[in-house]
C-alpha cells in the first residue's frame, strides 16, 4: 500500500496496473500481494492530522477504503488476493502492528469481509512466514476456526518459505502443510 497509495486518498496503479495487463494477456492466474501488511503501509495510514494515532473506527474506515478501491479495481482480474500477511509472531501471539493496536484481532477478519465484499469471486488467502513454528502454526489454524465459525470465507493459508536445504527440518515442514490442510 506505501506504493499503490503514498498519501492519503492518491492512489497510484501505473505498477500493478502494468502488471495485471501482463498476467491478463498471458492467462495467468493473479494473486495480490497483499492487502494488509504492517510492514508495506505508508506512515500516514496510521497518523492523523494532530500527529497521533488515528482512532479505531478512522483506521477501520481507511482500511476498508485501500481494500474496496484496489480489490474493486482488479475485480474479476485477479483471482485471489494474500488479504492479511504476517499477522503472528513465531510463539503464536499477536504481531504488536498499529493494525493490531489500534483495532485489535478484529482487524484480520474485518479486512477479510471488506475484500470479500469488494470480489465475491476473488479467492481470499492469509500469508505468513516460518509456519513450522508451532506457536504460529496453531495461531493461524485458531484465526481459520474462529474465521470460519464466523461464517467468514478464507481458501487457504500461503505458506511463504525462507528455506534452506537443512533448515526447517522436512518433518516439521510436512507437519505444517497436513495440520493446516
Not at 110 to 134: G, I, K, Q, V, W
Amino acid at each position: 500500500s506505501e506504493i499503490l497509495q503514498p498519501r492519503e486518498g492518491t492512489f497510484d496503479f501505473t505498477l500493478s496496473d502494468q502488471f495485471v495487463e501482463f498476467g491478463t494477456a498471458n492467462q495467468q492466474f493473479i494473486v495480490g500481494h497483499t492487502l494488509v501488511w504492517h510492514s508495506q503501509t505508508p506512515s500516514w495510514f496510521f497518523v492523523g492530522e494532530d500527529g497521533r494515532d488515528v482512532s479505531r473506527e478512522e483506521l477501520i474506515a481507511r482500511m476498508k477504503h485501500h481494500i474496496t478501491t484496489v480489490v474493486g479495481r482488479y475485480k474479476g482480474k485477479v483471482h485471489a488476493w494474500d488479504v492479511v500477511n504476517e499477522a503472528f509472531e513465531d510463539d503464536g501471539s499477536y504481531r504488536k502492528t498499529k493494525f493490531f493496536t489500534i483495532i485489535g484481532k478484529e482487524y484480520i477478519p474485518l479486512a477479510f469481509e471488506f475484500a470479500r465484499t469488494a470480489d465475491p469471486n476473488a479467492e481470499l488467502y492469509y500469508n505468513d512466514y516460518s509456519m513450522y513454528h508451532e506457536g504460529k502454526r496453531k495461531a493461524v489454524i485458531r484465526l481459520i476456526e474462529e474465521m470460519k465459525s464466523a461464517g467468514l470465507r478464507i481458501d487457504a493459508v500461503g505458506m511463504q518459505g525462507h528455506y534452506t536445504l537443512a533448515y526447517p527440518s522436512l518433518n516439521s515442514f510436512a507437519q505444517s502443510i497436513q495440520q493446516l490442510g
